[in-house]
């Protein structure tokens, strides 16, 4: 699986929108980019996966560039709740094999109130 | 959804003392994965069982650990002769197979394991 780069650390305003970046050039074309976050002592929480395209759900957008070597994660009203570990984890899929995820050290995002 | 769940979530064991470590994967999901987390650093993989069966193991996972799966549902993660470079939190995850949002591994507490 590709590697990953991320900032090791990240502060943004309560209510604000957080952007995490993650930079992830040595990508290729089967390789799906996920973020996960892991609030203190807790296992790690699944946030959203794509390939290509932008994706939105209820926690989280995801923005991957045309190139694919990055993406930006975007919490769009940030709350106290949100201060986590960022995970940025490039899997590759193949219809049918399971690898374990490499995670690397994140992003610990700190929202200020 | 119930959930993945983990059991003990904390564990303090003597260095030497043999421990064992439950995971109960989420309903209907037939892979399931260990991890091991030490402080300050991302999870790392140790090993994942596609129904009963062990499919792949990391070279971190030494002779002292073995995991089952018996019945394809629960699994155990064993720890002989434990050391205290072993201190660290033990995750589990599990998933479906099929398409990548199927494959998407969700994870339990851990278990928070300290050897003295």
């Known amino acids: 699986d590709a590697k990953t780069t991320q900032p090791p650390s990240m502060d943004c305003a309560e209510g604000r929108a957080a952007n995490l970046p993650c930079n992830h050039s040595?990508?290729?074309?089967?390789?799906?980019v996920y973020w996960y976050r892991q609030i203190h002592s807790q296992g790690p929480q699944y946030i959203i996966h794509g390939l290509k395209n932008n994706e939105t759900n209820e926690m989280a957008s995801l923005i991957i560039t045309e190139d694919r070597k990055s993406s930006t994660l975007i919490l769009p009203h940030a709350t106290l709740r949100d201060t986590a570990v960022y995970y940025c984890?490039?899997?590759?899929?193949?219809?049918?094999?399971?690898?374990?995820?490499?995670f690397g050290k994140g992003t610990h995002l700190i929202i200020q109130p | 959804d119930t959930g993945v769940s983990q059991d003990p979530r904390h564990k303090i064991t003597k260095r030497g003392q043999n421990v064992t470590f439950r995971c109960d994967p989420i309903s209907e999901h037939n892979r399931l994965y260990w991890y091991r987390q030490t402080l300050g650093q991302g999870p790392e993989f140790l090993t994942y069982?596609?129904?009963?069966?062990?499919?792949?193991k990391s070279r971190l996972l030494s002779d002292r650990f073995s995991a089952e799966r018996p019945k394809g549902s629960f699994s155990t993660l064993e720890i002989q002769r434990t050391e205290q470079g072993d201190s660290a939190m033990y995750l589990c995850?599990?998933?479906?197979?099929?398409?990548?949002?199927?494959?998407?591994?969700?994870f339990g507490p851990g278990t928070r394991l300290l050897v003295l």
């Open positions: 995850a599990s998933s479906r197979t099929g398409s990548p949002s199927q494959e998407t591994q969700y």
């Open positions: 069982f596609q129904n009963e069966a062990q499919l792949e």
């Open positions: 040595t990508i290729s074309g089967n390789e799906y």
């Open positions: 984890i490039v899997r590759g899929y193949s219809g049918g094999g399971a690898d374990g995820l490499t």
